[in-house]
DNA sequence: ACCCAGGAAATTC
DNA sequence: GAATTTCATGGG
């Protein structure tokens, strides 16, 4: 345990909130509270004491690796501030919410585990994404697996993918993993992409309709402008919102979308009428 | 038994 | 083209 990376003051930043507000599936939380995960074949143990932020089994050589993937060089404390200012509830959700960062996930990662997402719940995508990682992912360390390539996907069949028990998105993960792979969809050009190319890029994708692809965009590649709107969210913008534009939101719509579908699912009353 | 879940494709109107 | 049905699976 002598491999570690710390980083100081750390604010606006709940690794609960994080994890369990619905953009990521395999962090899980241990007896001791800290988190386990895996990102880019590498596994660790976070935990926060005060304001620091403890990565433990992690490189110091890959510092700036976690700085990015907590996002940890956005102030988010200012991204609220004026997020509040455009709407009396989204002041409300955002100080709910408010230790929960966008991650940057490995896009092909997002990619699969967000077509898994469709007609789903959170709890059995987390149990899918854990059993896909288990049968061909590979064995990082004990008991330890990576997330799976799109090479290893691409060479399945939707029979070999049974095992999982994603049902009928078993099609949909393979054509995802073939077009990855043959190099016929470049996840990093989507990066610098103009927003709706980009969008309309990931939907050639048999399964990939424009709220997973949104989320692709927002967990994936970090397009914070992007603003997926699920059943949640619909009936957020709806009946708290007044169905006002998320275009309102500006470049960090993809924080309040995901500040209002946190407060949301945790307040379930709110659209019991 | 019925309904829903971070939807999208297929079918029908 | 817009509205409805179907698609696996599991939990409430």
């Not at 966008?102 to 699969?112: K, S, W």
């Not at 899918?128 to 799976?148: Q, T």
Request: aromatic share 10%; hydrophobic share 40%; proline share 3%.
């Amino acid at each position: 345990m002598d491999r570690k990376i710390i980083f100081e003051d750390v604010r606006d930043f709940s690794l609960d909130m994080t994890f369990d507000c619905g953009q990521c599936f395999r962090w899980k939380k241990q007896e001791d509270g800290s988190y386990f995960g895996v990102v880019r074949r590498m596994a660790v143990k976070v935990h926060m004491e005060d304001n620091r932020l403890v990565i433990d089994g992690a490189d110091e050589s890959n510092r700036r690796m976690w700085e990015d993937y907590f996002d940890l060089l956005l102030d988010y404390a200012d991204v609220k501030k004026s997020l509040s200012d455009i709407h009396p509830t989204m002041k409300e959700a955002a100080s709910y919410a408010s230790g929960i960062r966008i991650l940057r996930q490995e896009p092909f990662e997002a990619l699969i585990t967000f077509i898994i997402s469709q007609n789903n719940n959170i709890k059995r995508i987390a149990g899918i994404v854990e059993r896909l990682c288990e049968n061909f992912g590979e064995e990082i360390a004990e008991r330890v697996y990576a997330f799976p390539t799109a090479e290893r996907l691409s060479g399945l069949s939707e029979e070999e993918l049974s095992p999982i028990r994603a049902g009928f998105r078993h099609k949909y993960i393979l054509d995802a993993a073939r077009k990855i792979s043959a190099g016929e969809i470049d996840l990093e050009s989507l990066r610098v992409m103009p927003y709706e190319e980009a969008n309309r890029e990931l939907m050639r994708i048999k399964g990939v309709g424009e709220k997973v692809a949104d989320c692709v965009l927002l967990y994936g590649l970090h397009r914070l402008e992007s603003f997926p709107k699920d059943v949640w969210m619909k009936r957020a913008m709806k009946e708290l919102f007044d169905d006002m534009d998320p275009a309102a939101f500006g470049e960090y719509a993809g924080i309040a979308q995901q500040y209002i579908f946190h407060y949301s699912r945790m307040h379930p009353k709110l659209f019991k009428l």
